[in-house]
């Protein structure tokens, strides 16, 4: 089946307790992308990779990381979470660019104290 | 700074009836446009695009309409049904950044029985 799977789905921390939000893909696709979703602003972009080991600056990127080392992989990083980090993530993927019809993954609902 | 904007938070219409979302937008340099349905506890899912070269498409039930000069789009859902209840996302972007994908904040649709 073809999908793209985030874990973990709920995951309650610390501020500055780094962590990792781990998005994969079958699809073979080119393009991933992470979201964050957020009350009254919809979904904004986070950061986007369009292949491997290129990767970019969505509209909120700040303090935020990603890496893109293999093709099925987009895991967003948290080096020091902070409280208005808490939000709804989602990470899509498509074959290639925002032009495409893009698929979600499930969410992850990320709480920091 | 909001450049898709989706004004109506809510709507309720009856089964069987139209239901009619609303999105404006600023940038004069979007020109595909998408539209995406989210149920709770899961990612949105893709519904329906327009390019700007039309100013309707047609996907079964589903019909989004485009005026470029008000820079304003719907989606109309001819009849609704109770399945249909979901939150919305209208989505833009341009040719000259297609991976500068902007959502709207969302419109939730409640179709009643």
């Known amino acids: 089946e073809a999908q793209v799977t985030q874990n973990p789905r709920y995951l309650i921390t610390v501020t500055g307790k780094k962590l990792t939000v781990t998005c994969s893909q079958n699809?073979?696709?080119?393009?991933m992308s992470w979201y964050r979703q957020d009350p009254g602003l919809g979904l904004r972009q986070i950061y986007y990779?369009?292949?491997?080991?290129?990767?970019d600056k969505g509209d909120v990127p700040e303090g935020y990381k990603v890496s893109r080392k293999e093709k099925r992989n987009f895991p967003l990083i948290l080096e020091s979470p902070s409280p208005n980090q808490t939000s709804l993530y989602f990470c899509a993927s498509s074959i290639a660019g925002g032009a495409y019809e893009q698929y979600f993954g499930p969410g992850t609902r990320l709480t920091v104290t | 700074d909001q450049q898709v904007k989706q004004n109506s938070p809510s709507l309720s219409v009856q089964e069987g009836r139209i239901s009619i979302l609303n999105c404006d937008y600023t940038n004069s340099m979007f020109d595909y446009f998408l539209w995406y349905k989210k149920y709770p506890a899961e990612g949105p899912t893709f519904l329906i695009s327009i390019s700007s070269i039309k100013d309707k498409n047609e996907d079964g039930r589903f019909t989004v309409f485009l005026n470029k000069s008000a820079k304003h789009l719907s989606l109309h859902i001819v009849p609704s049904q109770p399945g249909d209840s979901a939150v919305y996302f209208c989505?833009?972007?341009?040719?000259?950044?297609?991976?500068?994908?902007?959502f709207g904040a969302g419109t939730r649709l409640t179709v009643k029985p």
């Open positions: 989505a833009a972007f341009g040719e000259y950044n297609n991976n500068d994908m902007r």
């Open positions: 990779s369009m292949n491997v080991e290129v990767t």
């Open positions: 699809m073979n696709h080119e393009y």
